[in-house]
């Protein structure tokens, strides 16, 4: 008998000593203890030198506004700032340059406990990653010493800003596209750099794209990869003679077209003699001909081809249509064509159009449907402006409006001291959106009787959480005369713990990225429609409760200087 409890103490003491499954480093090598901003290492000594620097701290990062006129943001980039975290060490060379970097009037102590430190006297507590966030509810609140924790502020806003950016700029071009259609990244080449280009395919994908042309991040994170060939492509060629091997065995390996060239030529004598297609094309251009032959020839089981090089009605259709049914004799079917300039309303209507006589006037079933994929510096509006005219694109490939965020710069996220040493802390400003909501604090979604989010709220730790069928006041955080009474039907708590430091908390486990694409997809589906809308989106409401919203008017007046006039 008095040798169970021991043995279970023993259990329980193994248990809570056993390290956590290790996490993999940061994707991306260069995001390192040095990837930060000077100020921080001179903050950390600062810190240091005064007997600061072990103090405990509290920061929220949050931002405080919407991106692209809208009125929600996806949250992205957790995964990468827990991987940072659960790795962070200043390695020797680094701490030679953070010397040479600081004055020479620096301690040699310091250095030492530079060498020292590492996170595992830090938590973080974050929102799930791809859920719908909200302007000044923390993203992420990093509890620590203030020395570590403040050393954390500059790469944990990097990898937050522009991945949330990003994900949002993908999941409203999701929404203006609509669910059917397939969405493509193509914005590796204009991307600013190597990794905004790997991060853009990352994200895109989570935000709701469906592919990406990018081979680096198709193999890095397993995203579906597309693309076919581009103009230069076409223009290589000059005549269908420039073809040697023009033998195609079928798709069931039961036969060999010897000529493929002539079974094209064929098949565009026969399209041309249609009465129905009278005066829609002439000659075609034989370049484009041979160039596409050359590409079925390649890749039968997955032709695609860039139709408008020389004229997308009078050669480049009709060159892929001839192709595409050679191709079909043998078993194969052509995945379609991507018109790149023009207008893309009219021209995938008369594309349509033609896709459909051949199919009624020749009985290929099914070809009235084959695919037509958009480019050309598509964007938010465009995509808004084909559906008002009406098209018959299937999918659209976009890049550079989308993968720069050219609509808007960055998310402006902000890492803010809240509390220290369990004493909250404001931070002030004569721009009322800049006042900091103060003190360690819980979040919490409400939910209406639809189903559909009703608002945001914030409680101090210690208030006891709102209560699904018990009203609730919730306040503006610095309007007086706005605030509501609420009856949740449902509660989430959104701030859950994924870096428990040393403590015996529980640790959220990081989803994967096909599970935060599905977690993007489901919220956005949970928010009431006029939320979403593109023009004049109804604001969410963030709240605090009655009790925080008390406090922070308190610590306002507490910390504002007081004028005297004379």
Not at 198 to 203: E, F, L
Not at 205 to 225: E, Q, R, V
């Amino acid at each position: 008998m008095d040798v169970k409890p021991e043995v279970n103490g023993d259990v329980k003491e193994e248990k809570q000593n056993r390290p956590p499954p290790a996490i993999d480093g940061p994707t991306n090598p260069m995001v390192t203890p040095l990837l930060n901003d000077l100020y921080q290492f001179t903050m950390a000594y600062a810190y240091w030198k005064a007997g600061k620097h072990k103090e405990r701290a509290v920061f929220d990062l949050y931002f405080r506004k919407n991106p692209f006129g809208g009125e929600y943001t996806v949250f992205a980039g957790l995964e990468e700032c827990i991987r940072f975290i659960a790795n962070f060490k200043l390695s020797k060379e680094e701490i030679a340059f953070v010397r040479e970097s600081l004055s020479p009037t620096c301690e040699d102590a310091f250095f030492d406990y530079l060498e020292g430190i590492d996170c595992s006297d830090v938590e973080v507590y974050a929102i799930t990653e791809g859920s719908v966030v909200f302007p000044k509810i923390p993203l992420m609140r990093v509890e620590g010493p203030v020395a570590v924790v403040q050393l954390l502020e500059t790469p944990y806003v990097n990898l937050i800003n522009y991945a949330s950016l990003v994900t949002t700029n993908a999941a409203r071009h999701r929404f203006v596209a609509g669910k059917s259609k397939l969405l493509l990244e193509f914005g590796l080449r204009r991307a600013q750099g190597p990794d905004g280009g790997i991060g853009a395919s990352r994200y895109c994908y989570m935000g709701g794209f469906d592919a990406t042309s990018n081979c680096a991040a198709g193999k890095i994170f397993g995203i579906p990869l597309r693309g076919t060939h581009s103009h230069a492509f076409v223009s290589s060629f000059m005549g269908t003679d420039e073809i040697i091997d023009k033998s195609l065995k079928s798709h069931d390996g039961s036969q060999v077209c010897e000529d493929f060239v002539s079974a094209v030529q064929t098949w565009l004598s026969k399209i041309k003699r249609l009465s129905i297609l009278k005066g829609v094309f002439g000659e075609t251009n034989q370049s484009e001909q041979a160039a596409f032959i050359s590409y079925a020839l390649a890749f039968p089981d997955n032709f695609l081809a860039l139709v408008d090089t020389y004229d997308v009605m009078k050669s480049g259709v009709p060159n892929f249509c001839a192709v595409a049914l050679a191709l079909n004799d043998l078993g194969y079917k052509a995945r379609g064509i991507r018109l790149d300039s023009g207008d893309l309303a009219y021209l995938s209507c008369e594309t349509r159009k033609f896709f459909e006589t051949i199919e009624k006037e020749f009985g290929v079933e099914g070809f009235g449907k084959t695919g037509i994929t958009a480019s050309n510096d598509l964007n938010e509006e465009t995509l808004d402006a084909l559906n008002k005219q009406g098209h018959e694109v299937d999918a659209f490939g976009i890049g550079t409006y989308l993968v720069t965020c050219y609509a808007q710069a960055a998310l402006g996220c902000v890492f803010k001291l809240v509390e220290i040493n369990n004493q909250p802390r404001i931070k002030l400003s004569e721009d009322v959106s800049k006042v900091s909501i103060p003190c360690k604090k819980r979040s919490f979604r409400l939910y209406g009787k639809e189903g559909y989010p009703l608002l945001d709220i914030m409680s101090g730790e210690n208030e006891p959480p709102p209560k699904v069928g018990e009203r609730i006041l919730c306040r503006h955080p610095f309007t007086e005369s706005k605030r509501a009474y609420v009856v949740p039907q449902r509660v989430e708590e959104l701030l859950k713990c994924y870096w428990p430091g040393t403590t015996d908390k529980k640790r959220q486990e990081l989803p994967t990225l096909v599970q935060n694409r599905e977690r993007v997809a489901k919220q956005l589906e949970q928010m009431r429609p006029d939320h979403m809308r593109r023009l004049n989106p109804t604001p969410y409401k963030v709240s605090v409760t009655a009790k925080l919203y008390d406090f922070i008017h308190f610590l306002w007046l507490n910390e504002a200087p007081v004028g005297e006039l004379q």
